[in-house]
C-alpha cells in the first residue's frame, strides 16, 4: 500500500503541476489541443509499445519446446502469481537484463536476453522473472503510460506557451521571462516527478516479485550480477533508444549508476538492502521448485539463438 500511495501522490503532483502550467498560460484551447495531441500519441504507445519495443530488440517468441527450461520457470512463476500466461521471448544479447511489456495481463510478454541466461542461475533467473512478472500484474505498463501521458501534455503546454500569449496572458503573473524560464522548468519538473513513479514501481516490483518465487536473496543475487555485467557489457540496442531503459530490470544503459533525482531505476545497492530485509524478516521457503541445471535455446525460425554458454550455471 505504501508504494501505491506514494505512486497515486507523485501523479497528483504531476497532474497539479499540469493544471498549473495551463492556468499560467491561460489557453483553455491549447491547453486541451496538448492534452488531446498527448493522450493520442500514448494511446497508440499503449496498445503497440509491446510490438515495437520486441521489433526493435530483435524478440524472438519462445515456447515450450525451443525453450523448455524458460518457459517453464515463467509458466510456474506466472502460476504462483496468479496470472495467464504471458508469451515469452529471447533478445540475443550478450548484456544480462530482462524486462515485460504488454498492455494488460492478458496481453504481456516477458522477455529474457541470451546474456541473463548465461550469467545467472535458476534461482537467480526465476527472482528476475518473478519481478517482470510483479509489473505485468500491478499494471506497471498502464501506470507509466498515464504518466508519460501527463508528462508529454505538460512538455507541449511549455513549448506552445509563447504561442498562445503565455507571457500577455492576465492569469501568468511571471511575464515574459518567467514564460521563458517556464518553458525550460516544467518539463524539468514532470521529468523528475516521472523518474520518482519509475523507481518507485521498481522497488514495488521487487517486493512482490520476492512474493511471488518465495525468495528475495534469488532476486538480490541476480542483481547484483546483472549490475555488475551491466557495467561491463554495453546494450548497444538501448544506447540507441535510451527511451526505453526503464523497462530493464537493471539500467541498460552505461554511467547510470546513481540514485538520482534523474535516474529511472533505483540504486542497485538500495534495492538488494530491502531484499535483505525481507530475508531476514523470515521470508523464504519459496514455492519455485528446483529444476535442472540445464537449459538450451533452440534456433528457431527466425534466426538462431546460440545455445546457452559453458561458463553458465545452466550448462
Request: glycine share 12%; with cysteine; proline share 6%.
Amino acid at each position: 500500500m505504501a508504494g501505491y500511495t506514494r505512486t497515486a501522490i507523485l501523479l497528483a503532483g504531476m497532474t497539479a503541476l499540469f493544471m498549473g502550467v495551463g492556468y499560467l498560460i491561460g489557453g483553455g484551447g491549447g491547453m486541451m489541443i496538448a492534452l488531446l495531441v498527448a493522450l493520442a500519441m500514448n494511446a497508440f504507445s499503449y496498445w503497440n509499445s509491446d510490438k515495437l519495443v520486441l521489433h526493435m530488440y530483435g524478440a524472438r517468441e519462445v515456447d515450450a519446446r525451443s525453450a523448455p527450461e524458460l518457459y517453464g520457470l515463467v509458466r510456474e512463476l506466472a502460476e504462483n502469481a496468479g496470472l495467464p500466461m504471458p508469451k515469452v521471448y529471447i533478445i540475443d544479447n550478450p548484456q544480462p537484463n530482462a524486462f515485460a511489456t504488454g498492455r494488460n495481463p492478458q496481453h504481456a510478454a516477458v522477455a529474457a536476453t541470451t546474456g541473463i541466461l548465461r550469467t545467472l542461475s535458476r534461482e537467480e533467473l526465476a527472482g528476475v522473472m518473478a519481478h517482470e512478472l510483479a509489473h505485468i500484474k500491478h499494471h506497471d505498463t498502464l501506470i507509466m503510460t498515464v504518466t508519460a501521458t501527463i508528462a508529454g501534455a505538460i512538455s507541449m503546454l511549455a513549448n506552445f506557451a509563447l504561442f498562445f500569449g503565455g507571457g500577455n496572458n492576465r492569469n501568468n503573473p511571471l511575464g515574459l521571462i518567467g514564460m521563458i524560464l517556464l518553458m525550460f522548468l516544467a518539463p524539468l519538473a514532470a521529468m523528475i516527478v516521472q523518474m520518482a513513479i519509475s523507481r518507485s514501481r521498481e522497488y514495488e516490483a521487487d517486493r512482490v516479485g520476492a512474493e511471488i518465487c518465495g525468495q528475495p536473496m534469488w532476486l538480490a543475487s541476480a542483481l547484483a550480477k546483472i549490475a555488475g555485467a551491466v557495467q561491463r557489457i554495453p546494450n548497444e540496442q538501448a544506447e540507441h533508444n535510451p527511451a526505453t531503459a526503464h523497462m530493464f530490470i537493471v539500467n541498460p544503459l552505461h554511467g547510470e549508476r546513481m540514485d538520482n533525482l534523474f535516474s529511472t531505476h533505483p540504486a542497485t545497492e538500495n534495492r538488494i538492502a530491502r531484499l535483505r530485509a525481507m530475508a531476514a524478516g523470515g521470508m523464504g521457503g519459496g514455492p519455485v521448485r528446483e529444476g535442472p541445471r540445464t537449459a538450451r535455446v533452440a534456433p528457431g525460425r527466425g534466426g538462431s539463438v546460440p545455445p546457452i554458454g559453458p561458463r553458465g550455471p545452466w550448462s
